[in-house]
């Protein structure tokens, strides 16, 4: 009895969310950092909801067990720093580190989770990546991303046997708008011109990004001209 205060009082103070399960995978334990970050109240969840109601698929709830099983991420019937998602009350993804670990319970096996918030990383980290292959003026892929992608695009056109097209657009009298208007307006102009470069979902997105790429090297070579 004194063992299980004990651990109700550590997971109820513990600043990650913690969730455990019973043998058949239902939830026994769901402490208050998971309310907060999932917005389930315990008294809903714990001893009513199977933890595969907190994956987005089966199989991503499976993969969990089954690596967990390997001992490829920590020693086997533990895993340590697993990337995954759940799902809030909601609907949405949080995105998660996950570390657990099996425990015994009668004839079968349960498990206890902690786990970690990456949602701010993962923003930071979609927000750097964006910063790092787009133009901070007119918000097109730059060069970097244009040389990576045309590099794999030929790769994959050797591989396959097929032919990979590059598209330049010239603008008529851009230079102008530079020369009359000033550079910042010829960086609005640009920016509204390459939007009209993308396309809907059924054509790949690296052929808009091929147009788009030329237009922002034409644009560079523009602006160099008029300097």
């Not at 709830?61 to 990337?83: C, D, F, I, Q």
């Not at 099996?102 to 079968?108: A, F, T």
């Not at 330049?168 to 509204?192: P, Y």
């Not at 809907?200 to 808009?208: F, L, M």
Request: hydrophobic share 40%.
């Amino acid at each position: 009895m004194r063992n299980t205060t004990v651990l109700s009082e550590i997971t109820a103070i513990c600043p990650d969310p913690i969730i455990a399960v019973d043998g058949k995978g239902i939830i026994s334990v769901f402490n208050p950092a998971a309310e907060k970050l999932l917005g389930y109240e315990a008294a809903e969840v714990v001893g009513e909801m199977h933890i595969r109601a907190l994956y987005s698929s089966e199989a991503d709830a499976r993969a969990v067990m089954l690596t967990m099983l390997s001992g490829r991420l920590g020693a086997p019937g533990k895993l340590e720093g697993y990337e995954t998602a759940i799902l809030a009350c909601d609907g949405s993804r949080i995105p998660i580190r996950l570390s657990a670990s099996l425990i015994k319970d009668g004839d079968r096996r349960g498990s206890i989770g902690f786990f970690h918030d990456l949602t701010q990383q993962k923003t930071l980290e979609a927000n750097l990546k964006k910063q790092s292959i787009t133009d901070d003026l007119s918000g097109l892929y730059n060069q970097r991303y244009f040389y990576s992608r045309l590099s794999k695009e030929m790769e994959r056109a050797k591989r396959y046997g097929n032919n990979v097209s590059l598209i330049c657009i010239d603008l008529d009298g851009f230079k102008q708008v530079n020369d009359r208007l000033g550079h910042l307006e010829g960086i609005r102009l640009f920016a509204e011109w390459g939007s009209c470069c993308w396309r809907p979902s059924g054509i790949r997105i690296w052929h808009s990004a091929m147009v788009a790429m030329s237009l922002w090297c034409f644009y560079r070579i523009l602006t160099v001209s008029t300097v």
